[in-house]
């Protein structure tokens, strides 16, 4: 039985911008919850997206929405942080996490005067340094931080191997674990569909096994970000989708498996920091962290990606 009847669910989303207004579009047709509270620093802004979202209601279902305050934030059982300066796709990535840690530095007290028992759920980049700002600012219990981190990369993935096996993408399990960027990892080794391993999958589909065409389609992954941010200057549709379904895990009380970005203590010699991993998300919001039985090359750039988010971290003095 849920706990609590999603329709009382409130969810404030700080960041007016692109991500954010498309994650409220996504949550309006989902019915996933009963208050969507728009907050930004550009209010008229904010106004306007939740003036556009409110004329949608007579298609979608009964929700409340409005251009709020911080003070909206109490009673709001998710807050959302879509933030961001404005920063340069060419910009360094410690250039972007200075930028963005000075509003976290902002906003985060604003939030939590108001609601101590959220669930955080940041999207703003680069997203595992800024989860972990969250997690320090905030002060919450490690559970209720989360970043939506390799959740989309992994949707990319399995979206590629789902074209690439002829197969639904939802019946694909493979994911992407560490950075949300650069250095993120796939798990090659545990990836299957059906239950059965890519390598005698394949031949089954009648699609080649071929390790180049894997290597390749992980690249077009990790680029994935730069090569639609050259086509149309940045990305919102997909990553709404998978924030709406950590959203749907969590108000559903769902015990869903989700790659999100979390704080991990140890994690294949991996800890004091925020990385994706598969975790069981549901309403106290991370409830299990699993522990991929990776092999010896995944845990090398596991631990690879790790310390590259170390360094900016520590260069936050975080
Ligand atoms: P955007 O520039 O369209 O929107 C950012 C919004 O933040 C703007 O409306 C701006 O007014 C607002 N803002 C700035 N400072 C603020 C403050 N102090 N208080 C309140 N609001 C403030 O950006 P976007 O395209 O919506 O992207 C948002 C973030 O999400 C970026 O950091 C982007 O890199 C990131 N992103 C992450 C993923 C992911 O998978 N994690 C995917 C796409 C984008």
Not at 311 to 316: D, G, K
């Amino acid at each position: 039985m849920p706990k609590q009847n999603i329709a009382g669910s409130k969810v404030a989303i700080v960041g007016a911008g692109f991500v954010g207004t498309t994650f409220a579009y996504s949550l309006l047709i989902r019915g996933l919850a009963s208050q969507i509270v728009i907050i930004d620093v550009n209010k008229e802004r904010a106004e306007g997206e939740a003036m556009d979202l409110n004329h949608g209601l007579p298609f979608a279902y009964p929700t409340k929405i409005w251009a709020g305050d911080y003070h909206d934030c109490q009673d709001a059982e998710i807050v959302v942080i879509a933030v961001d300066k404005g920063q340069k796709i060419e910009q360094s990535r410690l250039e972007l996490a200075e930028g963005n840690f000075e509003i976290m530095k902002q906003i985060i007290p604003n939030i939590t005067k108001h609601n101590k028992e959220c669930i955080l759920l940041v999207v703003t980049n680069p997203l595992d340094v800024m989860t972990y700002a969250a997690l320090k600012l905030s002060g919450f219990p490690k559970n209720r931080v989360i970043g939506s981190g390799t959740i989309l990369d992994t949707a990319r993935l399995r979206y590629l191997l789902g074209e690439h096996l002829q197969v639904d993408p939802r019946n694909v399990h493979a994911y992407i674990i560490g950075e949300h960027g650069d250095s993120e990892v796939p798990v090659w080794s545990l990836a299957n569909v059906a239950g059965i391993r890519l390598k005698d999958y394949c031949p089954i589909c009648k699609a080649p096994y071929n390790l180049e065409d894997f290597n390749n389609l992980f690249l077009k992954v990790r680029d994935a970000g730069y090569e639609i941010a050259k086509r149309k200057g940045r990305t919102n549709y997909a990553v709404a989708l998978g924030l709406t379904k950590i959203v749907e895990s969590i108000v559903r009380d769902e015990n869903a498996i989700v790659t999100v970005s979390c704080f991990l203590e140890n994690y294949h010699g991996v800890g004091d920091m925020c990385l994706s991993v598969p975790v069981v998300l549901n309403r106290s919001g991370v409830k299990e962290i699993i522990n991929l039985p990776l092999d010896e090359k995944e845990i090398a750039n596991f631990q690879k990606s790790a310390n590259i988010i170390k360094r900016v971290i520590a260069s936050l003095g975080l």
